[in-house]
């Protein structure tokens, strides 16, 4: 799912000093990476609505577990004795545990066994499919978290009580050891696992651009996506370079903590919404990356470098890749000179003693006003600030 969309808008009148111009899609300009295998299309559909371009390599698979000879006898029992409570934390999982039930004889009697029993649902499609079932849940956190889930239970006690925890794709270490140690009995129902993608290449893919300085934001709606990309770089010999470029200029944005976890095992930054929510999260990566390009007031416009363009008061400028990595370089300190020798090394010259004027000419047509990139006679280039703007920027200067 590559996509890449008319990212240029109409030129418009230039917003207040230091504003973002309203017309401009908040991930116009960026390049965002999609790992989920679930719910992908809708994700991707978001990112772009906001302007983004998409790569996507899905780093798992899902497999239902319908002929799981473990899920079979974890139904029968509950079904024969059932749960005091019953927590449903994902919608396509609970519906799945009902479905396969269907295929053994089991939806009846384990449907059964469960309207006798207290029901949690982590969020609104947990709810909605056990209300599909003909069941009505007890309680529903608000911001659909696990943590909020277990600190409910905690607060009311579990001793002594039997819980059926549906797991969602992977083990729930933290909070089924945190109800055991309060004194339940949990049973852990695998309703679906997650495993390797049938076809890695669009992964691998991903990763190559990632690991290339090609993408700005690298996406994860679950820990094992997380893992597996982390796994899938590792197995093709860049395990080292990804890491890297997600502690640097690659945004790792999450759904949420737990999806965080086997990124922050490595000591990569991660960032999530409040809510665990899709939507939450494409709202706090426009956020984020916002807030990780300042707007600069050059040569009378207000200039935002992005992922691959510039933002030029209301106009998404795109830019090829050498200009790009030299205006990324002007715009690390605003106004401050930079030298031919400096500029040369960002470059993938060969050794072309003419690559930073060829660069600098295409990046100055670019945007359109050759002010915006000023030459200093002897010194180098810089980026134009207005007046005020660059008289601190000088004073920042090494002697």
Same mark, same amino acid.
């Given at each position: 799912? &590559?996509?890449?969309?008319? *990212?240029t808008?109409?030129?418009?009148?230039?917003?207040p000093a230091g504003?973002?111009?309203?017309d401009?899609?908040?991930?116009?300009?960026f390049?965002?990476?999609? &790992?989920?295998a679930?719910?992908a299309?809708e994700?991707?559909?978001?990112l772009q609505?906001?302007g983004?371009?998409?790569?996507?390599g899905a780093a798992?698979r899902i497999v239902?577990l319908s002929?799981d000879?473990r899920l079979?006898e974890?139904?029968?029992d509950?079904?024969?004795?059932?749960a005091?409570l019953?927590?449903?934390? &994902?919608?396509? !999982?609970?519906?799945?545990w009902?479905?396969?039930?269907e295929?053994?004889?089991l939806?009846?009697?384990l449907?059964?066994g469960?309207?006798?029993?207290?029901?949690?649902?982590?969020?609104?499609k947990?709810?909605g499919?056990?209300?599909?079932?003909?069941?009505?849940e007890?309680?529903?956190p608000?911001?659909?978290s696990?943590?909020?889930?277990?600190e409910y239970?905690?607060e009311?006690?579990?001793?002594? *009580?039997?819980i059926?925890?549906?797991?969602? !794709?992977?083990p729930?270490?933290?909070?089924?050891?945190?109800?055991r140690?309060a004194?339940a009995?949990v049973?852990?129902?695998?309703?679906?696992?997650w495993?390797?993608?049938l076809?890695?290449?669009?992964l691998?893919? *991903?990763?190559g651009?990632?690991?290339a300085g090609e993408?700005d934001?690298?996406?994860?709606?679950s820990?094992?996506a997380?893992?597996?990309t982390?796994?899938?770089?590792?197995?093709? !010999?860049?395990?080292?370079?990804?890491?890297?470029a997600?502690r640097?200029r690659?945004?790792a944005?999450?759904?949420g903590?737990?999806?965080?976890g086997?990124l922050r095992?490595?000591?990569?930054?991660?960032v999530w919404?409040?809510r665990?929510?899709?939507g939450?999260?494409?709202n706090?990566?426009?956020?984020?990356l916002?807030?990780?390009?300042?707007? =600069?007031p050059?040569?009378?416009?207000? =200039?935002q470098v992005?992922?691959?363009?510039?933002l030029?008061?209301a106009?998404?400028?795109?830019?090829?890749?050498a200009p790009?990595r030299?205006?990324r370089?002007?715009?690390?300190?605003?106004?401050?000179?930079?030298?031919?020798?400096?500029l040369?090394?960002?470059?993938d010259?060969g050794g072309?003693?003419?690559?930073?004027?060829?660069?600098?000419?295409r990046?100055r047509?670019?945007?359109?006003?050759?002010?915006?990139?000023q030459?200093v006679v002897?010194? !180098?280039y810089?980026?134009a *600030?207005?007046?005020?703007?660059c008289?601190?920027?000088?004073a920042g200067e090494e002697?």
């Amino acid at each position: 799912m &590559t996509s890449s969309q008319d *990212l240029t808008e109409s030129p418009r009148d230039p917003g207040p000093a230091g504003q973002l111009a309203e017309d401009a899609g908040p991930l116009s300009g960026f390049t965002i990476g999609v &790992t989920a295998a679930r719910r992908a299309e809708e994700l991707a559909t978001l990112l772009q609505r906001r302007g983004a371009e998409v790569i996507h390599g899905a780093a798992v698979r899902i497999v239902p577990l319908s002929d799981d000879e473990r899920l079979v006898e974890t139904s029968r029992d509950l079904a024969r004795r059932p749960a005091d409570l019953v927590v449903a934390t &994902t919608g396509i !999982g609970f519906r799945g545990w009902v479905e396969a039930c269907e295929s053994w004889g089991l939806a009846a009697p384990l449907v059964a066994g469960m309207s006798q029993s207290r029901i949690l649902a982590r969020g609104p499609k947990a709810k909605g499919a056990v209300r599909a079932a003909g069941l009505r849940e007890e309680w529903s956190p608000p911001s659909e978290s696990s943590a909020e889930v277990l600190e409910y239970l905690l607060e009311r006690g579990v001793a002594g *009580l039997r819980i059926a925890v549906q797991l969602h !794709g992977e083990p729930l270490p933290d909070f089924c050891s945190a109800l055991r140690m309060a004194g339940a009995e949990v049973v852990e129902v695998p309703v679906y696992r997650w495993t390797t993608p049938l076809d890695v290449a669009p992964l691998d893919r *991903l990763i190559g651009a990632v690991v290339a300085g090609e993408v700005d934001a690298l996406t994860f709606t679950s820990a094992p996506a997380a893992a597996g990309t982390l796994d899938r770089a590792r197995r093709l !010999g860049c395990g080292r370079e990804l890491e890297e470029a997600l502690r640097g200029r690659v945004l790792a944005m999450c759904v949420g903590p737990v999806t965080a976890g086997p990124l922050r095992d490595r000591d990569i930054p991660t960032v999530w919404p409040q809510r665990g929510r899709i939507g939450a999260q494409v709202n706090r990566l426009g956020e984020e990356l916002a807030s990780r390009c300042p707007v =600069l007031p050059v040569a009378g416009h207000q =200039l935002q470098v992005r992922g691959h363009a510039a933002l030029l008061d209301a106009q998404l400028c795109p830019i090829s890749p050498a200009p790009m990595r030299l205006l990324r370089e002007l715009a690390q300190i605003p106004g401050r000179v930079r030298s031919r020798e400096e500029l040369l090394g960002v470059l993938d010259s060969g050794g072309d003693p003419h690559a930073v004027e060829t660069a600098v000419a295409r990046l100055r047509q670019a945007l359109g006003d050759s002010r915006i990139v000023q030459t200093v006679v002897k010194r !180098g280039y810089r980026l134009a *600030l207005d007046p005020g703007e660059c008289a601190e920027a000088e004073a920042g200067e090494e002697p």
